[in-house]
């Protein structure tokens, strides 16, 4: 357990939608929050999005908000993050990460929530 690979990043125009992936490795991701964060070039990593155990509440960053919806699959293997009308700002490595810690408003964001990360998936949106 433990171990998260994301996929589904690319290289798209403004305005494209992307959906990205994390699995987790051989177990289930039902019992753990899992977080979206992205880190920008010369900038910290941020979170963007994050999904409580058993699917009771879901956060957005500000700046997200109502373009990117975050969501499991019917088999909890897999967590999605589907982005819509991208921007040059959301470029950046998308990580997905979890925790067995519940999140709130004031936590979801926190990388000191999250035990265990993936390596990221590169997200590339330019003209």
């Known amino acids: 357990q433990g171990q998260l690979e994301e996929s589904g990043g690319a290289l798209v125009q403004p305005g494209a939608s992307l959906r990205l992936s994390c699995a987790g490795s051989?177990?289930?991701?039902?019992?753990?929050?899992i977080g979206w964060f992205r880190q920008a070039p010369g900038k910290e990593r941020e979170g963007v999005s994050c999904i409580a155990s058993g699917d009771s509440g879901t956060f957005y960053a500000d700046d997200v908000m109502g373009r990117f919806t975050i969501s499991r699959s019917n088999d909890k293997r897999t967590v999605y993050l589907q982005m819509h009308n991208l921007k040059p700002e959301d470029t950046g490595v998308y990580y997905c990460?979890?925790?067995?810690?519940?999140?709130?408003?004031?936590?979801?964001?926190?990388?000191?929530?999250?035990?265990?990360w993936g390596q990221g998936t590169q997200v590339t949106v330019s003209s």
């Open positions: 051989g177990y289930t991701l039902d019992y753990y929050a």
């Open positions: 990460a979890a925790s067995l810690f519940p999140p709130d408003d004031r936590s979801w964001f926190g990388e000191r929530l999250y035990a265990y």
